[in-house]
């Protein structure tokens, strides 16, 4: 099983006990989906196929060890430049797993909710997200929040609009603006900012992902492929947690 990787710990002595505590938030960046694909030499599309039934996978792990909160980034906003065809397969199996595990989602007490810039779906996916949403709304064990079409600084820029346009409006004055007024304009308003960032595939980069939200959160950065992401994966990025001391700046 390949093991979290954090390059705070590549080098150097191992880390001290931490703090113990196991995250309310998860977020994970889902990737490997077509290196996964190619290094068996099968079309993107089964990449694509296989990490959604490790998105299943990992929700019903999510949900089994007390995690609250789980995001997760299915589709950014720099996604719409991929060739036409993989667009197409994307939010074919979009609809499949919209229309397919609404029924465990919610049989298992999970709450879906949907981020991002969803004028740029197709209308019949955003009514599914919405029956999807509306199915699911008093549902309490897990809240899962997938990002499509979503960008953070996009997010970002939208926030500081609405704001601008109360302002304009009359209804704030721009001097009372702070912190929690912006994050009130965040589609994650009514959601805690996330404790853990996972994720897959090797890479060591945030991706554009939750840019606001994520500024103290810890990261774990993992070797393995999206499609082969476990339960036990799940486990051992919370184990990894669990070590870490947080300061949120603070001297220790």
Same mark, same amino acid.
């Given at each position: 099983m390949s093991q979290p990787i954090s390059t705070a710990l590549t080098i150097g002595p191992a880390p001290e006990p931490g703090d113990g505590a196991a995250p309310r938030h998860v977020a994970i960046i889902m990737d490997g989906n077509g290196r996964w694909a190619q290094a068996k030499g099968l079309p993107r599309t089964i990449g694509h196929r296989e990490g959604a039934e490790a998105l299943r996978r990992a929700v019903r792990a999510a949900a089994d060890l007390g995690i609250e909160y789980l995001t997760v980034f299915g589709f950014s906003s720099e996604n719409w430049k991929?060739?036409? %065809?993989?667009?197409?397969d994307l939010m074919g199996l979009l609809r499949l797993y919209l229309r397919r595990e609404i029924d465990e989602i919610d049989r298992n007490g999970v709450r879906l909710r949907v981020i991002g810039d969803r004028d740029r779906l197709s209308p019949d996916i955003n009514k599914l997200i919405d029956t999807a949403e509306a199915r699911t709304a008093a549902n309490r064990r897990l809240c899962l929040t997938v990002a499509l079409?979503?960008?953070?600084r996009a997010e970002i820029v939208r926030a500081a609009q609405k704001l601008a346009q109360k302002v304009a409006a009359g209804e704030i004055a721009a001097d009372s603006i702070d912190e929690? %007024?912006?994050q009130r304009c965040l589609f994650t308003a009514d959601i805690p900012d996330p404790d853990?960032?996972?994720r897959t595939s090797g890479e060591k980069r945030i991706s554009n992902f939750l840019l606001w939200q994520c500024a103290y959160a810890e990261y774990?950065?993992?070797?393995?492929?999206?499609?082969?992401?476990?339960g036990e994966d799940l486990k051992s990025a919370l184990a990894e947690f669990a070590s870490r001391k947080r300061r949120y700046g603070a001297a220790g």
């Amino acid at each position: 099983m390949s093991q979290p990787i954090s390059t705070a710990l590549t080098i150097g002595p191992a880390p001290e006990p931490g703090d113990g505590a196991a995250p309310r938030h998860v977020a994970i960046i889902m990737d490997g989906n077509g290196r996964w694909a190619q290094a068996k030499g099968l079309p993107r599309t089964i990449g694509h196929r296989e990490g959604a039934e490790a998105l299943r996978r990992a929700v019903r792990a999510a949900a089994d060890l007390g995690i609250e909160y789980l995001t997760v980034f299915g589709f950014s906003s720099e996604n719409w430049k991929r060739p036409a %065809a993989e667009i197409t397969d994307l939010m074919g199996l979009l609809r499949l797993y919209l229309r397919r595990e609404i029924d465990e989602i919610d049989r298992n007490g999970v709450r879906l909710r949907v981020i991002g810039d969803r004028d740029r779906l197709s209308p019949d996916i955003n009514k599914l997200i919405d029956t999807a949403e509306a199915r699911t709304a008093a549902n309490r064990r897990l809240c899962l929040t997938v990002a499509l079409s979503y960008g953070g600084r996009a997010e970002i820029v939208r926030a500081a609009q609405k704001l601008a346009q109360k302002v304009a409006a009359g209804e704030i004055a721009a001097d009372s603006i702070d912190e929690d %007024a912006f994050q009130r304009c965040l589609f994650t308003a009514d959601i805690p900012d996330p404790d853990l960032v996972v994720r897959t595939s090797g890479e060591k980069r945030i991706s554009n992902f939750l840019l606001w939200q994520c500024a103290y959160a810890e990261y774990v950065f993992m070797d393995k492929l999206w499609p082969d992401f476990s339960g036990e994966d799940l486990k051992s990025a919370l184990a990894e947690f669990a070590s870490r001391k947080r300061r949120y700046g603070a001297a220790g």
